[in-house]
């Protein structure tokens, strides 16, 4: 694939931005510091203190046990629901945020800021996943335009037609460059720095990107793909924002 130029390339279309940007979320994660660090935490005053620090969006923290998890660890799944937003009358919360958690855990024990740390950056990056599908359903009218091309697909294995379908969908492609290019600012440091990386985005791609290497795995690693080649354009895009956010 030619990168002649970047600048060129992904300004030929944008993207729905979230409501809230990825300072304003890591801020709020931040105030909570002192309520949770190094506290034993009943896991229902947990979940409460995340979703009050969030009531100017309709989100709703929730856990589910998972025996798989060891203790001291947690996960994080999110949802978006368009009908809640749509249907004032909808008996749900638009996002969930669902908190992954042991057999048996009754409390959050978070020892220190550097796990603190990488559980808010985990959150911020699910809050925001699901906060760019809202921008998407508001921006369509709550119309479902989802679709993809068959000549997308790999038709002789289901397994990867099944992960190519997900992920060529125009939602998922524009959800995830955000988390790419979140990914990506995180571990290069500057927008610069990311754009170089994503130039050579097939070697190493694990360690630059995370969400990267999911699409081009399920892609074949082909930089050439239409599928490829949109999350490059929506990537490029989001890191504009990303800087512009932290020059504010």
């Known amino acids: 694939m030619s990168f ?16 809230l940007s990825s300072r304003e979320i890591a801020q ?14 009943p896991i229902s005053k947990f979940k409460r203190l995340l979703q009050d620090k969030f009531d100017n969006i309709p ?24 009908d809640a937003d749509e249907d ?12 992954i958690i042991g057999k048996g855990i009754k409390h959050i024990i978070i020892d220190n800021t550097e796990l603190w740390t990488v559980f808010s950056k985990r959150f911020e990056d699910a809050l925001l996943h699901e906060l760019v599908h809202r921008a998407q359903a508001f921006q369509r009218h709550f119309k479902d335009t989802a679709w993809v091309k ?6 002789r294995n289901p397994k990867q037609k099944e992960s190519q379908i997900y992920l060529a969908d125009s939602d998922e492609i524009e959800a995830y460059s955000r988390d790419i290019a979140s990914e990506l600012m995180r571990s290069q440091k500057t927008k610069k720095r990311a754009i170089t990386a994503l130039k050579s985005i097939r070697k190493n791609s694990l360690k630059k990107s995370l969400s990267m290497f999911v699409y081009l795995t399920a892609f074949n690693f082909d930089m050439g793909h239409p599928v490829i080649r949109k999350v490059i354009k929506k990537v490029l895009w989001f890191l504009d924002i990303m800087e512009k956010e932290q020059t504010k």
Do not use: C, W
Not at 32 to 39: A, F
Not at 150 to 155: A, P, R, T
């Open 4 to 19: 002649k130029s970047f600048k060129e390339f992904y300004q030929t279309e944008a993207v729905n931005r979230p409501e």
């Open 28 to 41: 709020t994660m931040k105030s909570l510091e002192k309520q949770i660090i190094g506290k034993k935490i």
């Open 59 to 82: 989100i709703e923290v929730t856990h589910i046990r998972d025996p798989k998890i060891s203790p001291g660890e947690m996960n994080i799944n999110a949802f978006y629901n368009s």
């Open 88 to 99: 004032p009358d909808f008996d749900e919360f638009p996002i969930e945020i669902q908190l």
């Open 150 to 155: 068959d000549s997308y697909l790999n038709k």
